[in-house]
């Protein structure tokens, strides 16, 4: 099946360091890739919808210069948490639908724990 | 505003009991009904796919079934491995940048006890 794979798995870094996370569909082009949060206890909020070659759609709230995405290619897209502060602590999750299968359903990598000291 | 209200938000079975876990939906063109089943740590799983009322799907011990508001995941049997969040969420038809966006309910977290 379709495999979305996320890097790193687990950040703990300072206050104030900025923070990269990966996501790669891999055995699949993805021209749209999604980011999203999840804090403890509750569900998926959509941050962004990144699309490759092409600036990224931000949710209302989010701010986009905090969250950076690039989707550079049609199987990497990055989330880059700019000055992280302690409230950025959260499980971020990407996902990705195949180029070719827009009625496919998004397929998730397994998530980034974040934890900003 | 599109809503994906999920009940119970909490199920604990006994192994072998069944049940049926409930999305109740609000969106203005439905496009598709998505279950998700989610373990502690991990990013959700696919599980189904649901486009329009009458729909049904089977997988294993789990049936999903839509209507107009709403769509259940029947779980029949379960065993302990079947315990996870069960996430449930939507599509509409839109285009543009609103293509795909998939609107989540909160989860039911599933316990099944041996």
């Known amino acids: 099946g379709a495999v979305v794979s996320q890097h790193p798995s687990w950040v703990i870094c300072k206050s104030g360091t900025s923070v990269k996370i990966e996501c790669r569909s891999l055995?699949?082009?993805?021209?749209?890739m999604f980011w999203y949060r999840q804090f403890p206890k509750q569900s998926l909020m959509l941050m962004a919808t990144?699309?490759?070659?092409?600036?990224?759609?931000?949710e209302q709230g989010v701010e986009k210069d905090k969250f950076l995405i690039n989707h550079a290619s049609l199987t990497l897209s990055t989330l880059t948490v700019t000055s992280a502060h302690p409230e950025d602590s959260s499980f971020y999750i990407c996902s990705a639908r195949a180029r070719d299968r827009r009625n496919q359903p998004q397929h998730f990598g397994d998530g980034t724990r974040l934890s900003i000291l | 505003e599109d809503q994906v209200t999920q009940s119970p938000e909490a199920l604990r079975l006994q192994e072998g009991e069944s049940s049926s876990l409930n999305c109740s939906y609000t969106?203005?063109?439905?496009?598709?009904l998505f279950w998700y089943r989610q373990d502690p740590g991990k990013g959700p799983e696919f599980l189904f796919t649901l486009y329009s009322a009458g729909e049904e799907k089977e997988k294993e011990r789990l049936k999903a079934t839509l209507t107009k508001k709403e769509s259940f995941l029947h779980i029949t049997a379960p065993k302990p491995e079947d315990s996870a969040t069960y996430l449930c969420a939507v599509s509409k038809n839109a285009g543009g940048t609103s293509y795909g966006k998939l609107t989540f309910g909160q989860g039911t977290i599933l316990t099944v006890h041996p």
């Open positions: 969106v203005s063109g439905l496009r598709g």
């Open positions: 055995d699949f082009q993805a021209t749209t």
């Open positions: 990144s699309n490759e070659g092409s600036k990224a759609t931000y």
